[in-house]
């Protein structure tokens, strides 16, 4: 099964912020990973599929970028309603196995 | 309006039964493969369970295989997931999610979860 890491795995920022989450696969994925955000209590929304293609209706201070084994999600400039909890997922294999996930919180 | 609603959850008992349905509207839900996700209390994803768009293709997590069944009716525009022999570790939210699978994968559409508890 291929294993996904996130760095940090909590990340204290403020509103206007620049913020970047890395994920790591154990193995070589091309570019078949998506990112989420989930926010207590409510279901993950999709944000970025293939890497770095952001999903519709998603504001475009969310990118994504990197192929392989490495790759980053970035908030240009943090707002208040992107304080959540961001995973990623690999979608090369099964099982679809998600990462750890990034817990964004309040400065 | 794309939706997914799934229903079914409760408390069981170790080693009971439950089966979780996940009603899909405002898409060609025969057209798109599925999938169960699941969160335990205050744990990050993990996937449950997939099943292709005509039912012929099922995988599971090692964490579930032998338990747990997936399957879909086309012509009810639902999925469902029979869980066996529970465990207090199958305690979670259970998400069903719609899989995009063309040129890549992800999963665009989730619904709201069912409960599960597993306790005596």
């Known amino acids: 099964d291929i294993q996904l890491t996130q760095s940090p795995s909590f990340l204290s920022a403020s509103v206007g912020d620049r913020v970047t989450i890395t994920c790591r696969a154990s193995?070589?994925?091309?570019?078949?990973l998506a990112w989420y955000q989930q926010k207590p209590g409510k279901a993950p929304k999709l944000l970025i599929y293939a890497a770095s293609t952001l999903q519709s209706g998603v504001p475009s201070r969310f990118s994504g970028s990197g192929s392989g084994t490495e790759f980053t999600l970035t908030i240009s400039s943090l707002q208040p309603e992107d304080f959540a909890t961001y995973y990623c997922?690999?979608?090369?294999?099964?099982?679809?196995?998600f990462g750890p996930g990034t817990k964004v919180d309040i400065k | 309006e794309v939706q997914l609603v799934e229903s079914g959850g409760g408390l069981v008992q170790p080693g009971g039964s439950l089966r979780l349905s996940c009603a899909a509207s405002g898409f060609t839900f025969s057209s798109y493969e599925m999938n169960w996700v699941r969160q335990a209390p205050g744990k990050g994803l993990e996937w449950v369970s997939y099943i292709s768009s005509s039912g012929s293709t099922i995988y599971y997590a090692d964490s579930v295989k032998g338990r747990f069944t997936i399957s879909r009716d086309n012509a009810k525009n639902s999925l469902y997931l029979q869980m066996n022999s529970l465990r207090a570790e199958d305690t979670a939210v259970y998400y069903c999610?719609?899989?995009?699978?063309?040129?890549?994968?992800?999963?665009?559409?989730w619904g709201k979860g069912t409960t599960v508890t597993v306790s005596s």
């Open positions: 997922q690999q979608l090369n294999s099964y099982p679809f196995t």
């Open positions: 193995q070589g994925i091309s570019s078949y």
């Open positions: 999610a719609r899989e995009y699978a063309l040129y890549y994968y992800y999963m665009d559409v």
